[in-house]
């Protein structure tokens, strides 16, 4: 019988012995400052493009501020869209750097080009922030076929860009690390072996280096589940997601160990719960009435795009969740 | 009726239906000729691409396709290994002309 009747991976994990799925102690506070995007990729689990106009406001940037140093988070996640495109991006990565916290963010190479973004590199490397950026591939088609035309030619350009200011050298504490996700309906392959061809290739045929290649599952929500709906290929990857349910990915899940906040200062168990409106703690709830307990041991919530976290090697903001072995 | 559905795919347990132990003889076997040994899942993947093309087995370029790209190949690399199946098809096609070469001097004056 099933306890979910709406929920398949509950009933999955169910299975398992679970009683459902649990966070530890949140150390990561993600910060999604807005939907401006100046892409619009086919597979953007935010649906964000340069039509949008939500963006976070400087009332819950104090906010993200002061939950950050009140509640001892160790690392600041920034995503978007393009964050760097929300005009207190900069207050923010400052502050939290100040505060002594490691700062990530989100990038997406090309925002390099949009005018007051030109010195992107040097900012970045004058905080110390980590990059993790988007390369779907090394060869223009695949690229350009799931982020937009040209968008390999930029990128390349930027990452040369980051290269030149430390970023992804030996010899630095810079640290640019790269994305991929598959250009399509498949899984990724497995992250080790990926990011030495990656490494390889890069640095054959642009003289371009980085530190670590992160694997990512394309998740079946917003404009990515649109695709699969209009192309025919729905069915079969939800059943292919279930089937590659691995458990071994579940210790490792990203909303274990983060809390999400939405532009609008609204609490999420990760982001993609974020573009669903699935609530952290089941009820919606602002950053400013965030308390400890929200912290530590919440009832994530979960449905049955949870099953893009747990297929093959799992999925996570960092990439593949474990670390040795493919997809079956 | 069709004579190859893609459903079929899912349907393949059932050939277990009869002289069950011999299915699951094979399905062991298969799973651990796959399994990541001297070559990767990716070099078998594209192997058995290259098979396939060569069967050539609708059931088994739907499923290698899907497979290779899982395993991180791209179109080019896949073209190259149906190029290879092709070509010793080929050359194999090409190398029987000795055995009709032979028949025409055994019958030739
Ligand atoms: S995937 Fe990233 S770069 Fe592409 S539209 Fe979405 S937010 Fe922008
Ligand atoms: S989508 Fe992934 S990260 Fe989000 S709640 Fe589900 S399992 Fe956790």
């Known amino acids: 019988m099933n306890a979910h009747p709406d929920n398949a991976f509950e009933n999955r994990i169910a299975e398992l012995g679970f009683s459902g799925l649990y966070s530890d102690r949140a150390t990561t506070l993600q910060v999604n400052m807005g939907k401006v995007c100046n892409q619009a990729c086919k597979h953007c689990h935010v649906d964000a493009g340069p039509n949008r106009t939500e963006s976070m406001n400087r009332e819950t940037i104090d906010q993200v501020i ?31 750097v100040q505060m002594g916290m490691h700062v990530m ?34 060869l223009q088609q695949q ?29 630095t504490n810079l640290l640019l690390n790269l994305v991929y996700n598959p250009a399509g309906a498949f899984f990724p392959p497995a992250q080790e072996a990926l990011e030495q061809e990656f490494k390889r290739e890069l640095l054959q045929r642009y003289q371009l280096k980085f530190n670590h290649l992160y694997t990512l599952t394309n998740m079946p929500i917003s404009r990515f589940l649109h695709w699969l709906q209009q192309s025919g290929n729905e069915a079969r990857y939800l059943k292919k997601l279930k089937q590659s349910f691995n458990p071994a990915a579940l210790p490792g899940l990203m909303c274990r160990s983060t809390l999400n906040v939405g532009w609008d200062g609204k609490l999420y168990d990760c982001d993609f ?9 089941g009820e919606t709830m602002r950053l400013e009435h965030l308390t400890e307990e929200m912290l530590q041991g919440r009832r994530i919530a979960t449905g ?13 903001c960092g990439g593949a969740i474990i670390q040795t072995g493919g997809v079956a | 009726m069709a004579y190859y559905d893609e459903e079929d795919l899912d349907r393949f347990q059932e050939i277990s239906r009869e002289r069950p132990e011999l299915f699951t003889a094979f399905m062991h076997w298969y799973d651990a000729v796959l399994q990541e040994g001297a070559l990767t899942k990716r070099e078998k993947a594209l192997i058995g691409l290259a098979v396939a093309h060569a069967i050539p ?8 396709t899907q497979t290779c790209l899982d395993a991180g190949s791209n179109m080019e690399q896949m073209t190259e290994a149906i190029h290879v199946a092709a070509a010793i098809r080929g050359g194999a096609t090409l190398i029987h002309g000795l055995q009709a070469r032979r028949v025409v001097e055994k019958l030739s004056l």
């Open chain 1, 273 to 281: 719960n974020q573009m669903l409106e699935l609530p952290a703690g």
């Open chain 1, 105 to 138: 963010v989100r990038h997406n190479f090309t925002v390099q080009f949009t005018p007051g973004c030109e010195d992107l590199p040097q900012f970045f490397s004058s905080l110390g922030m980590e990059v993790i950026a988007s390369l779907p591939y090394f």
């Open chain 1, 143 to 171: 690229t350009d076929a799931q982020r937009g035309r040209g968008v390999f030619a930029q990128s390349l350009q930027a990452m040369r860009r980051l290269n030149e200011a430390g970023y992804g050298q030996e010899d």
């Open chain 2, 57 to 64: 087995c609708p059931y088994c370029i739907d499923s290698y």
């Open chain 1, 66 to 96: 002061h939950a950050l140093h009140a509640f001892h988070f160790e690392t600041l996640d920034i995503t978007g869209g393009a964050p760097e495109l929300n005009p207190y991006f900069r207050l923010l990565a400052t502050e939290a």
């Open chain 1, 304 to 316: 049955e795009h949870c099953f893009g976290c747990t297929a093959g090697c799992g999925s996570s």
